[in-house]
């Protein structure tokens, strides 16, 4: 059953969430259509610098992104105290980045003089503006609408380009968290797009590789530029450990790779060995189970749909969204076996 997002997105229970776009019908966001002979390649470039812009203007940070041939993959973190903090100057140049805003800001904006009753006005919008920097549908609408009007553009057409909103998932626990973060990263592996995670152009964990392998002092913000790789790519959160991240995630850099690598390896479509003996530390740590994670990951067993955790964390977010029952308890149980 469709529910609306305000009955999906609960802050009380998570901060995170997965979120899907999906173009509608024979639309593609890259690769070459094999109907028209058209290549689309270069509009994967669009979502990533799109990403980046938006990411530097709200209060919202990337954890993963992946680009695929006609749909994306993009997990956040809505940062409140973020948008709480921000001065009233701040939150109006923010919006006004993206938007004209209201006539009476913009008279503030050029010249703060004025009667207490604008002044009311003006404060008023400040609020508006502050709740919306630090929301999910926002940030998505900024996101989607954009590439659309792109997209119809260059097609010469008008009309729908994405088949919905977008999808989201509420990610509840660390567990879920860093699975749905490989799940992400895996994307183009598992959908036969690339060989290994550095080669797999528009995600997040080539730009981590990337930002990792280059040495140079402009690493972390400008890695080596390929006609592969967007010229503008979002800042993505730091895993622990990382000194120039002030929101980190809950695990260090080495670990998670290391998951990822071996995750890639055990569902590559043309590697049919046996899984190594070897299992990532981080399984152990965040008690997840890993034969059911690889049927997570390659969507054999996908029975999560609004959110995604522990049975603990599912029966919490359900209380907080006021509901009796959220999907997901049978698929909790088996992934997250420890954590019931």
């Known amino acids: ?61 990337v954890a993963s992104y992946a680009v695929m041939c006609n749909h994306y993959h993009v997990i956040l973190k809505i940062n409140t105290d973020q948008a709480t903090a921000w001065s009233m100057d701040e939150v ?67 009309g729908r380009f994405w088949e919905g909103r977008f999808k989201s998932q509420a990610l509840l626990d660390e567990a879920a968290l860093i699975a749905c973060m490989a799940y992400v990263d895996l994307n183009p592996i598992r959908a036969g797009m690339a060989e290994t995670p550095e080669s797999s152009d528009y995600t997040s964990i080539q730009q ?72 990532p530390k981080i399984l152990q740590r965040l008690q997840i189970e890993p034969t059911e994670l690889l049927h997570y990951l390659s969507r054999k067993d996908d029975q999560f749909h609004h959110v995604i955790g522990s049975k603990t964390s599912i029966r919490e977010a359900a209380l907080n969204l006021g509901r009796k029952f959220l999907q997901g308890i049978a698929a909790a149980e088996r992934l997250f076996p420890q954590r019931i």
Request: proline letters at 4%.
């Open 1 to 61: 059953m469709t529910l609306p997002r305000s009955a999906l997105v609960s802050l009380e229970s998570t901060p995170y969430y997965h979120c899907v776009g999906r173009c509608v019908r024979r639309a593609f966001l890259c690769g070459v259509d094999a109907y028209s002979g058209r290549s689309f390649e270069h509009r994967r470039g669009w979502i990533v610098e799109r990403l980046a812009e938006l990411s530097s203007v709200f209060a919202i940070n």
């Open 92 to 158: 109006l140049q923010r919006w006004c980045l993206l938007f004209c805003g209201h006539p009476i800001v913009q008279r503030y904006l050029s010249n703060p003089a004025m009667s207490s009753a604008e002044l009311e006005k003006v404060a008023e919008f400040v609020e508006l503006y502050r709740s919306r920097l630090a929301d999910l549908s926002w940030f998505m609408r900024c996101l989607n609408e954009s590439i659309a009007r792109l997209a119809n553009e260059e097609d010469g057409c008008t």
């Open 208 to 279: 981590r590789i990337r930002e990792v392998t280059d040495h140079s002092d402009r690493a972390a913000t400008e890695p080596e530029i390929t006609d592969s790789m967007s010229a503008v790519i979002p800042r993505l959160m730091g895993f622990a450990g990382h000194l120039d991240s002030d929101d980190r995630l809950p695990c260090n850099l080495q670990d998670y790779l290391e998951l990822v690598d071996w995750s890639g390896r055990a569902i590559h479509p043309n590697k049919h060995g046996k899984i190594a003996d070897h299992q």
